[in-house]
């Protein structure tokens, strides 16, 4: 029994580790990653699907949730108005089959 209890609070851990929840931060200081968004999937370092679900967010695959509370987020993200200010440039992608990253070398940003 204590064995299963163990292993269930470490998968929890784990995935709670890699999760993509994110939060929208007002202001660029106090975000963990710099983002822009781009018209072109071409530009894209990751193409991202909006997940309606926290569930559905448990890799660090593009598949993103956006919380409504800072507390509740893996990482804190702020919108940047130019592609030169980002430190990570996404296309959002209307499906969750698209999700994932074109850059691998910028994954460790969403880690």
């Known amino acids: 029994m204590k064995t299963l209890i163990l292993l269930l609070?470490?998968?929890?851990?784990i995935s709670s580790f890699?999760?993509?929840?994110v939060?929208?931060?007002q202001y660029k200081s106090d975000a963990d990653v710099k983002v822009y968004v781009s018209n072109y999937k071409s530009e894209a370092d990751l193409v991202v699907y909006k997940c309606?679900?926290?569930?559905?967010?448990?890799?660090?695959?593009?598949?993103w949730y956006f919380a409504e509370y800072k507390s509740e987020a893996k990482?804190?993200?702020?919108?940047?108005?130019?592609?030169s200010e980002s430190d990570l440039v996404i296309y959002f992608?209307?499906?969750?089959?698209d999700a994932g990253w074109i850059k691998k070398e910028?994954?460790?940003?969403?880690y």
């Open 93 to 97: 992608s209307e499906y969750k089959s």
């Open 106 to 110: 910028k994954k460790h940003l969403m």
């Open 23 to 25: 939060y929208t931060c």
């Open 75 to 83: 990482k804190k993200i702020y919108f940047v108005n130019y592609k």
């Open 52 to 63: 309606t679900y926290k569930s559905d967010a448990t890799e660090n695959n593009g598949c």
């Open 9 to 13: 609070v470490c998968s929890m851990t």
């Open 18 to 21: 890699m999760a993509q929840i």
